[in-house]
């Protein structure tokens, strides 16, 4: 059967464990989560000396995995065969080569779960998938896309029993980006850190994730939108001192992602905080501020404002000027938005 990886992974942590798992995608989050839940689920601790084997692509070839697989557990009722880094097996891309694998497949010990982690996206229309998807699970561990990205910050903090802002998700969400494992990573991490009635808010996500409280991208796509040029220009000063911490492309990112929404307002025919959110894909909460940026930037200045953080993004890799200074390129580009 196929199954996403959170099916994949409840049915695990329920011990409802099938005899064979073929993981694979290109978000190593979840394949590193399965494999995980398969180590602590499969074989009970007193067990896993001789009855537990965590084996690496590199070392392996096919014919390996298969022998593995073959054998009998020790007094005990099933052994657990964990092939991580499975791109890397000798063979395992091989019609022929894999040919013993996919044998191995269509008839599995029952005693063994045999558990394939492939890093990367393996075609599922070739055989050696579809002989596991027959006798145990398919699981794709698809890369998120970035507009799902928030919702999967306020499941996965729930899911740990605790609570979290909406400032605070969009602040996870922009500065760390498309990286569940380190977006989890903070996570947990701020959750040590706090008591079991306190919520992650935005001054906790500065606290523990790094953020300067006052001179941070956040702060400053802040300023911009509501077009004070005081305050952006000094923010703009502290980022551009201090790049190792704000690195020029990731301010380019955050900026870009922003005007580029304030398009889709300037173009939305409900231009109400609820037709915005729902145009946008947001909480509502955050509608009010493109609003703003909407007010204080014409549909004609925001195209402006997309092709100068284009400039700046050339500018930033050498394309057209040739090495160019990141503290003035941000300078520079904070001039042009505001004016």
Same mark, same amino acid.
Request: charged residues 25%; hydrophobic residues 45%.
């Given at each position: 059967?196929?199954?996403?990886?959170?099916?994949?992974?409840?049915?695990?942590?329920?011990?409802?464990?099938?005899?064979?798992?073929?993981?694979?995608?290109?978000?190593?989050?979840?394949?590193?989560?399965?494999?995980?839940?398969?180590?602590?689920?499969?074989?009970?601790?007193?067990?896993?000396?001789?009855?537990?084997?965590?084996?690496?692509?590199?070392?392996?070839?096919?014919?390996?995995?298969?022998?593995?697989?073959?054998?009998?557990?020790?007094?005990?009722?099933?052994?657990?065969?964990?092939?991580?880094?499975?791109?890397?097996?000798?063979?395992?891309?091989?019609?022929?080569?894999?040919?013993?694998?996919?044998?191995?497949?269509?008839?599995?010990?029952?005693?063994?779960?045999?558990? %394939?982690?492939?890093?990367?996206?393996?075609?599922?229309?070739?055989?050696?998938?579809?002989?596991?998807?027959?006798?145990?699970?398919?699981?794709?561990?698809?890369?998120?896309?970035?507009?799902?990205?928030?919702?999967?910050?306020?499941?996965?903090?729930?899911?740990?029993?605790?609570?979290?802002?909406?400032? @605070?998700?969009?602040?996870?969400?922009?500065? %760390?980006?498309?990286?569940?494992?380190?977006?989890?990573?903070?996570?947990?991490?701020?959750?040590?850190?706090?008591?079991?009635?306190?919520?992650?808010?935005?001054?906790?996500?500065?606290?523990?994730?790094?953020?300067?409280?006052?001179?941070?991208?956040?702060?400053?796509?802040?300023?911009?939108?509501?077009?004070?040029?005081?305050?952006?220009?000094?923010?703009?000063?502290?980022? @551009?001192?201090?790049?190792?911490?704000?690195?020029?492309?990731?301010?380019?990112?955050?900026?870009?992602?922003?005007?580029?929404?304030?398009?889709?307002?300037?173009?939305?025919?409900?231009?109400?905080?609820?037709?915005?959110?729902?145009?946008?894909?947001?909480?509502?909460?955050?509608?009010?501020?493109?609003?703003?940026?909407?007010?204080?930037?014409?549909?004609?200045?925001?195209?402006?404002?997309?092709?100068?953080?284009?400039?700046?993004?050339?500018?930033?890799?050498?394309?057209?000027?040739?090495?160019?200074?990141?503290?003035?390129?941000?300078?520079?580009?904070?001039?042009?938005?505001?004016?």
């Amino acid at each position: 059967m196929t199954a996403t990886p959170e099916q994949a992974l409840k049915e695990i942590r329920q011990k409802k464990i099938q005899p064979l798992y073929f993981i694979h995608g290109d978000e190593p989050f979840y394949i590193e989560q399965l494999a995980d839940a398969l180590e602590k689920a499969v074989v009970p601790e007193s067990e896993k000396s001789f009855n537990q084997f965590v084996v690496f692509g590199k070392d392996l070839e096919v014919g390996a995995v298969v022998n593995y697989a073959r054998r009998f557990p020790f007094m005990a009722e099933r052994q657990l065969v964990l092939v991580k880094e499975a791109q890397q097996v000798a063979g395992i891309d091989n019609k022929d080569k894999n040919a013993l694998l996919e044998q191995y497949a269509l008839n599995p010990l029952p005693s063994t779960v045999l558990a %394939i982690c492939f890093q990367g996206n393996f075609d599922a229309r070739k055989s050696l998938p579809k002989s596991f998807e027959k006798n145990g699970v398919l699981v794709q561990s698809k890369k998120m896309y970035d507009n799902k990205l928030p919702d999967w910050v306020a499941e996965y903090i729930r899911s740990r029993g605790a609570k979290v802002s909406p400032k @605070a998700i969009q602040m996870l969400v922009e500065y %760390i980006g498309n990286d569940l494992k380190r977006i989890a990573s903070e996570v947990d991490k701020m959750l040590f850190n706090l008591t079991v009635a306190e919520e992650i808010s935005a001054a906790v996500v500065e606290k523990y994730v790094g953020i300067s409280k006052e001179y941070n991208v956040f702060e400053l796509q802040k300023a911009l939108t509501q077009r004070d040029v005081l305050k952006a220009n000094r923010i703009a000063n502290y980022l @551009a001192a201090n790049p190792k911490e704000n690195p020029l492309p990731q301010v380019l990112i955050i900026l870009y992602n922003f005007f580029s929404k304030l398009l889709i307002v300037h173009s939305s025919r409900d231009k109400s905080e609820a037709g915005v959110a729902a145009a946008l894909g947001i909480n509502a909460f955050f509608a009010k501020d493109y609003l703003l940026a909407a007010r204080n930037y014409n549909l004609w200045h925001t195209v402006q404002i997309i092709s100068a953080l284009r400039q700046a993004d050339n500018a930033s890799k050498g394309i057209e000027t040739g090495a160019a200074n990141s503290d003035a390129i941000l300078k520079e580009l904070v001039f042009k938005i505001l004016h």
